[in-house]
T-cell receptor, first 112, second 116 residues
Framework: SQQGEEDPQALSIQEGENATMNCSYK?????LQWYRQNSGRGLVHLIL?????REKHSGRLRVTLDTSKKSSSLLITASRAADTASYFC????????????FGKGTHLIIQP | NAGVMQNPRHLVRRRGQEARLRCSPV?????VYWYRQLPEEGLKFMVY????????ESGMPKERFSAEFPKEGPSILRIQQVVRGDSAAYFC??????????????FGPGTRLTVL
Protein backbone atom coordinates (compact mmCIF):
# COMPACT_ATOMS: atom_id res chain seq x y z
CA SER A 1 0.00 0.00 0.00
CA GLN A 2 1.06 3.59 -0.50
CA GLN A 3 2.41 5.96 2.08
CA GLY A 4 -0.53 7.86 3.52
CA GLU A 5 -3.33 5.53 2.56
CA GLU A 6 -6.80 6.46 3.74
CA ASP A 7 -9.75 4.28 4.49
CA PRO A 8 -12.54 4.01 3.80
CA GLN A 9 -12.33 5.11 0.18
CA ALA A 10 -15.85 6.47 0.42
CA LEU A 11 -18.16 7.28 3.30
CA SER A 12 -21.78 8.42 3.24
CA ILE A 13 -23.50 9.56 6.44
CA GLN A 14 -26.45 11.64 7.53
CA GLU A 15 -26.05 15.28 8.45
CA GLY A 16 -25.37 15.64 12.15
CA GLU A 17 -23.56 12.32 12.48
CA ASN A 18 -19.85 12.00 13.12
CA ALA A 19 -17.46 10.96 10.37
CA THR A 20 -14.23 9.08 11.02
CA MET A 21 -11.51 8.56 8.46
CA ASN A 22 -8.29 6.66 8.94
CA CYS A 23 -4.86 6.96 7.42
CA SER A 24 -1.92 4.58 7.50
CA TYR A 25 1.62 5.28 6.48
CA LYS A 26 4.84 3.34 6.15
CA UNK A 27 7.95 5.37 6.84
CA UNK A 28 8.93 7.58 9.75
CA UNK A 29 7.45 11.05 9.66
CA UNK A 30 7.99 14.50 11.06
CA UNK A 31 4.35 15.46 10.83
CA LEU A 32 1.04 14.34 9.39
CA GLN A 33 -1.50 16.68 7.88
CA TRP A 34 -5.09 16.45 6.72
CA TYR A 35 -6.40 18.36 3.71
CA ARG A 36 -9.83 18.76 2.20
CA GLN A 37 -10.55 19.02 -1.51
CA ASN A 38 -13.90 20.04 -2.85
CA SER A 39 -14.73 18.70 -6.29
CA GLY A 40 -12.56 20.30 -8.94
CA ARG A 41 -10.86 22.65 -6.51
CA GLY A 42 -7.52 23.03 -4.77
CA LEU A 43 -6.67 21.60 -1.38
CA VAL A 44 -7.43 23.32 1.88
CA HIS A 45 -5.22 22.62 4.89
CA LEU A 46 -7.23 21.41 7.88
CA ILE A 47 -4.85 20.41 10.61
CA LEU A 48 -1.24 19.37 11.23
CA UNK A 49 -0.12 17.02 13.97
CA UNK A 50 3.54 16.53 14.78
CA UNK A 51 5.13 13.16 15.43
CA UNK A 52 5.49 13.91 19.14
CA UNK A 53 1.80 14.75 19.52
CA ARG A 54 -0.98 12.21 20.05
CA GLU A 55 -4.14 14.25 19.64
CA LYS A 56 -5.12 17.64 18.32
CA HIS A 57 -8.39 19.54 18.05
CA SER A 58 -9.54 22.31 15.77
CA GLY A 59 -13.20 23.28 15.91
CA ARG A 60 -15.23 20.21 14.92
CA LEU A 61 -12.08 18.34 13.90
CA ARG A 62 -10.17 15.90 16.06
CA VAL A 63 -7.02 14.21 14.84
CA THR A 64 -5.15 11.42 16.53
CA LEU A 65 -1.75 10.03 15.72
CA ASP A 66 -0.33 6.66 16.75
CA THR A 67 3.27 6.47 15.61
CA SER A 68 3.68 2.91 16.91
CA LYS A 69 0.95 1.78 14.54
CA LYS A 70 1.83 4.34 11.89
CA SER A 71 -1.76 5.49 11.70
CA SER A 72 -3.89 8.57 12.15
CA SER A 73 -7.59 9.27 12.30
CA LEU A 74 -9.65 12.33 11.47
CA LEU A 75 -12.97 12.77 13.24
CA ILE A 76 -15.48 15.35 12.06
CA THR A 77 -18.21 15.86 14.62
CA ALA A 78 -21.75 17.06 13.92
CA SER A 79 -21.25 16.84 10.16
CA ARG A 80 -22.79 19.36 7.80
CA ALA A 81 -23.64 19.18 4.11
CA ALA A 82 -20.77 21.57 3.44
CA ASP A 83 -18.35 18.93 4.76
CA THR A 84 -18.97 16.90 1.61
CA ALA A 85 -15.53 16.64 0.00
CA SER A 86 -12.51 14.40 -0.41
CA TYR A 87 -10.17 14.22 2.55
CA PHE A 88 -6.49 13.43 2.19
CA CYS A 89 -3.81 12.72 4.71
CA UNK A 90 -0.30 13.80 3.82
CA UNK A 91 2.95 13.00 5.50
CA UNK A 92 6.07 15.09 5.66
CA UNK A 93 9.38 13.65 6.65
CA UNK A 94 10.75 17.09 7.40
CA UNK A 95 14.46 17.47 7.83
CA UNK A 96 14.65 20.11 5.18
CA UNK A 97 12.70 19.95 2.14
CA UNK A 98 10.55 17.10 1.12
CA UNK A 99 7.31 17.42 -0.69
CA UNK A 100 4.27 15.94 0.97
CA UNK A 101 3.19 12.37 0.28
CA PHE A 102 -0.56 12.04 -0.16
CA GLY A 103 -2.90 9.08 0.00
CA LYS A 104 -5.74 8.51 -2.43
CA GLY A 105 -8.26 10.10 -0.12
CA THR A 106 -11.62 9.38 1.43
CA HIS A 107 -14.63 10.74 -0.40
CA LEU A 108 -17.12 11.90 2.22
CA ILE A 109 -20.76 12.52 1.36
CA ILE A 110 -23.02 14.16 3.92
CA GLN A 111 -26.66 13.53 3.16
CA PRO A 112 -29.10 16.25 4.31
CA ASN B 1 -4.21 38.94 0.86
CA ALA B 2 -4.03 36.78 -2.23
CA GLY B 3 -3.38 33.08 -1.94
CA VAL B 4 -1.51 30.93 -4.40
CA MET B 5 -2.48 31.81 -7.94
CA GLN B 6 -2.21 29.50 -10.90
CA ASN B 7 -2.86 30.14 -14.53
CA PRO B 8 -4.27 29.11 -16.77
CA ARG B 9 -6.98 27.22 -14.90
CA HIS B 10 -7.64 25.06 -17.94
CA LEU B 11 -5.24 24.26 -20.74
CA VAL B 12 -5.85 22.18 -23.83
CA ARG B 13 -2.96 21.01 -25.94
CA ARG B 14 -2.51 18.63 -28.84
CA ARG B 15 0.01 15.83 -28.65
CA GLY B 16 3.50 17.14 -29.32
CA GLN B 17 2.83 20.71 -28.21
CA GLU B 18 4.32 22.41 -25.17
CA ALA B 19 2.44 23.24 -21.98
CA ARG B 20 3.48 26.04 -19.63
CA LEU B 21 1.87 26.25 -16.24
CA ARG B 22 2.40 29.27 -14.01
CA CYS B 23 2.27 29.63 -10.26
CA SER B 24 2.52 32.75 -8.13
CA PRO B 25 3.06 31.81 -4.48
CA VAL B 26 1.57 33.55 -1.50
CA UNK B 27 3.32 36.91 -1.08
CA UNK B 28 6.38 36.41 1.06
CA UNK B 29 6.59 32.66 0.50
CA UNK B 30 9.86 31.53 -0.99
CA UNK B 31 9.18 27.79 -1.24
CA VAL B 32 7.15 26.36 -4.12
CA TYR B 33 6.01 22.80 -4.75
CA TRP B 34 4.38 21.23 -7.79
CA TYR B 35 2.07 18.21 -7.58
CA ARG B 36 0.16 16.21 -10.18
CA GLN B 37 -3.24 14.63 -9.58
CA LEU B 38 -4.73 12.00 -11.83
CA PRO B 39 -8.51 11.38 -11.70
CA GLU B 40 -9.64 9.70 -8.48
CA GLU B 41 -6.07 9.76 -7.15
CA GLY B 42 -4.19 11.67 -4.50
CA LEU B 43 -1.58 14.24 -5.32
CA LYS B 44 1.88 13.10 -6.35
CA PHE B 45 4.84 15.28 -5.49
CA MET B 46 6.87 16.41 -8.48
CA VAL B 47 9.34 19.11 -7.52
CA TYR B 48 10.27 21.53 -4.76
CA UNK B 49 11.92 24.85 -5.56
CA UNK B 50 13.22 27.87 -3.77
CA UNK B 51 14.05 31.09 -5.54
CA UNK B 52 16.43 30.24 -8.42
CA UNK B 53 17.08 26.75 -7.06
CA UNK B 54 15.63 23.30 -7.54
CA UNK B 55 15.81 21.61 -4.15
CA UNK B 56 14.15 18.27 -4.82
CA GLU B 57 13.00 17.01 -8.21
CA SER B 58 12.72 13.36 -7.27
CA GLY B 59 9.10 13.22 -8.46
CA MET B 60 9.69 14.74 -11.85
CA PRO B 61 9.68 12.52 -14.94
CA LYS B 62 13.19 12.37 -16.33
CA GLU B 63 12.25 13.66 -19.76
CA ARG B 64 10.10 16.47 -21.12
CA PHE B 65 9.35 18.04 -17.72
CA SER B 66 11.18 21.00 -16.24
CA ALA B 67 10.49 23.59 -13.57
CA GLU B 68 11.92 26.93 -12.57
CA PHE B 69 11.34 29.59 -9.96
CA PRO B 70 13.19 32.70 -11.07
CA LYS B 71 14.23 35.57 -8.85
CA GLU B 72 11.43 37.64 -10.31
CA GLY B 73 8.12 36.33 -11.56
CA PRO B 74 6.12 33.16 -11.12
CA SER B 75 7.26 29.58 -10.97
CA ILE B 76 6.87 27.77 -14.28
CA LEU B 77 6.24 24.08 -14.88
CA ARG B 78 7.02 23.26 -18.48
CA ILE B 79 6.01 20.10 -20.27
CA GLN B 80 7.47 19.59 -23.72
CA GLN B 81 5.98 17.37 -26.43
CA VAL B 82 2.93 16.54 -24.36
CA VAL B 83 1.32 13.10 -24.55
CA ARG B 84 -2.17 12.00 -23.55
CA GLY B 85 -0.82 10.56 -20.31
CA ASP B 86 0.14 14.06 -19.20
CA SER B 87 -3.56 14.95 -18.88
CA ALA B 88 -4.07 15.70 -15.21
CA ALA B 89 -4.59 18.46 -12.69
CA TYR B 90 -1.37 20.19 -11.71
CA PHE B 91 -1.31 21.90 -8.35
CA CYS B 92 1.17 24.37 -7.01
CA UNK B 93 1.69 24.98 -3.30
CA UNK B 94 3.83 27.41 -1.36
CA UNK B 95 5.11 27.67 2.17
CA UNK B 96 6.89 30.39 4.09
CA UNK B 97 9.65 28.22 5.47
CA UNK B 98 11.12 24.78 5.00
CA UNK B 99 8.92 21.77 5.82
CA UNK B 100 11.18 20.88 8.67
CA UNK B 101 9.86 23.78 10.69
CA UNK B 102 6.22 24.01 9.76
CA UNK B 103 4.95 21.65 7.13
CA UNK B 104 1.75 23.38 6.11
CA UNK B 105 1.50 24.14 2.44
CA UNK B 106 -0.93 26.53 0.79
CA PHE B 107 -2.39 25.21 -2.43
CA GLY B 108 -3.49 26.96 -5.57
CA PRO B 109 -6.68 26.08 -7.48
CA GLY B 110 -4.78 23.97 -9.99
CA THR B 111 -4.37 23.88 -13.75
CA ARG B 112 -6.30 21.19 -15.56
CA LEU B 113 -4.32 20.05 -18.57
CA THR B 114 -6.08 18.12 -21.31
CA VAL B 115 -4.03 16.62 -24.11
CA LEU B 116 -6.00 15.78 -27.23
Amino acid sequence: SQQGEEDPQALSIQEGENATMNCSYKTSINNLQWYRQNSGRGLVHLILIRSNEREKHSGRLRVTLDTSKKSSSLLITASRAADTASYFCATGSGGGADGLTFGKGTHLIIQP
Amino acid sequence: NAGVMQNPRHLVRRRGQEARLRCSPVKGHSHVYWYRQLPEEGLKFMVYLQKENIIDESGMPKERFSAEFPKEGPSILRIQQVVRGDSAAYFCASSPMSPGTSGEQFFGPGTRLTVL
